[in-house]
Antibody, heavy 117, light 109 residues
Framework: QVQLQESGPGLVKPSETLSLNCSVS????????WTWIRQSPGRGLECIGY???????YYSHSLKSRATISVDLGKRHFSLKLTSVTAADTAVYYC???????????WGLGTMVTVSS | QSLLTQPPSVSAAPGQKVTISCSGS????????VSWYQQLPGRAPKLLIY???KRPSGIPDRFSGSKSDTSATLGITGLQTGDEAEYYC??????????FGGGTKLTVL
């Protein structure tokens, strides 16, 4: 049974850093691809980036300068940090993982993050 | 603007068949596997089709996928009201992160 669960503050002030964790349980610990995706209200899916268990990380070109994704299998979680947030970063943030790079096999339930003062 | 293009909406009656197209460039579709995701209202996306035409365990064979050159298609037969959802195509290559279509809202009339 694979379970992913996002956690973090639901409200972040503009210019601050958004920090989210995705806790991993069950067979997910054997996965290799760890991905963060977001969905702005009423909009489609946007991949922020993903990291491999081996340590290589890839980021969306538009978010590369502000995003950091890391995985800590020992602590059974992977994380996202997004700096200097603005209202445009308001979205539902999903974590996803899987053993294969050609599919987003398992998804968390998502967590809504609002950027507002 | 999404890198993959999908129609904003499709509709059909219960029991009928519908197809959803996804078009893109050679760098995104032609040279990579396409996957499809179903997002029920208020829920997280769920993997529906991977490797262009394979179904994960538990996905009924009413759902099918195909790909030709720079286009992919999701087919759903025997439409049910429970199929009403947003459907996204996605692809990833070794040089970029995941790219998605803008989503297609399926209405079962």
């Amino acid at each position: 049974q694979v379970q992913l669960q996002e956690s973090g503050p639901g409200l972040v002030k503009p210019s601050e850093t958004l920090s989210l964790n995705c806790s991993v349980s069950g067979d997910a610990i054997r996965h290799y691809y760890w991905t963060w995706i977001r969905q702005s209200p009423g909009r489609g899916l946007e991949c922020i980036g993903y990291t491999l268990s081996g340590g290589i990380t890839y980021y969306s070109h538009s978010l590369k300068s502000r995003a950091t994704i890391s995985v800590d299998l020992g602590k059974r979680h992977f994380s996202l940090k997004l700096t200097s947030v603005t209202a445009a970063d308001t979205a539902v943030y999903y974590c996803a993982s899987g053993a294969y790079g050609d599919r987003l096999e398992y998804w968390g339930l998502g967590t809504m993050v609002t950027v507002s003062s | 603007q999404s890198l993959l293009t999908q129609p904003p909406s499709v509709s059909a009656a219960p029991g009928q068949k519908v197809t959803i197209s996804c078009s893109g460039s050679s760098s995104h579709i032609a040279n990579n596997y396409v996957s499809w995701y179903q997002q029920l209202p208020g829920r997280a996306p769920k993997l529906l089709i991977y490797d262009n035409n394979k179904r994960p365990s538990g996905i009924p064979d009413r759902f099918s996928g195909s790909k030709s050159d720079t286009s992919a298609t999701l087919g759903i037969t025997g439409l049910q009201t429970g199929d009403e959802a947003e459907y996204y195509c996605g692809a990833r290559d070794s040089l970029t992160v995941w790219v998605f279509g803008g989503g297609t809202k399926l209405t079962v009339l």
